[in-house]
């Protein structure tokens, strides 16, 4: 099944791919490669999803904040091949981001959140490499962020 017909299979929608708020670009291709600036945790109304794991929130809310993330993840690389998914070969690596207290322990967890949703989204061409880490603090206070490289056709 393409993406675009898993998205459909699973009601998974997309939000619209936010422009960079720094100096930075969303995507970068390069050779066959587009690499996806990190995306930060964000609900469906575009609010910010905030805390810190194993303080404010636990580890399910993590698990979907990064599925946000990684659908965020998908927007950017849609818009960046001209919203065509099929465009995108397999994502080779995710590195997930998690604010974490002291004690947290379970960011893969968390990140899993992500992983899930791009195998849901790319099939077996959504199975990946990945890096799962513990950070202090995030922009604005979000509990995650996650960002991607996938390979083009």
């Known amino acids: 099944m393409s993406a675009e017909e898993n998205l459909k299979k699973n009601n998974i929608i997309l939000p619209k791919a936010a422009d960079p708020v720094g100096a930075y670009v969303a995507t970068k291709k390069a050779g066959n490669f587009l690499f996806v600036s990190g995306q930060i945790s964000m609900n469906e109304n575009g609010e910010l999803i905030k805390g810190k794991l194993g303080k404010d929130l636990d580890v399910n809310n993590g698990y979907k ?27 080779v690596k995710l590195t997930g981001f998690v604010n974490s207290d002291d004690q947290f322990t379970d960011q893969p967890k968390v990140i899993n959140g992500a992983s899930d949703t791009i195998s849901k989204i790319f099939g077996e061409s959504g199975i990946h490499a990945r890096a799962a880490v513990s950070v202090n603090s995030l922009p604005l206070g979000v509990a995650v962020e996650v960002d991607a490289i996938f390979e083009l056709n």
């Open 65 to 91: 904040a990064a599925e946000r993330c990684a659908l965020s993840l998908v927007a950017q690389a849609k818009k960046a091949c001209n919203d065509d998914l099929s465009q995108i070969k397999s994502c």
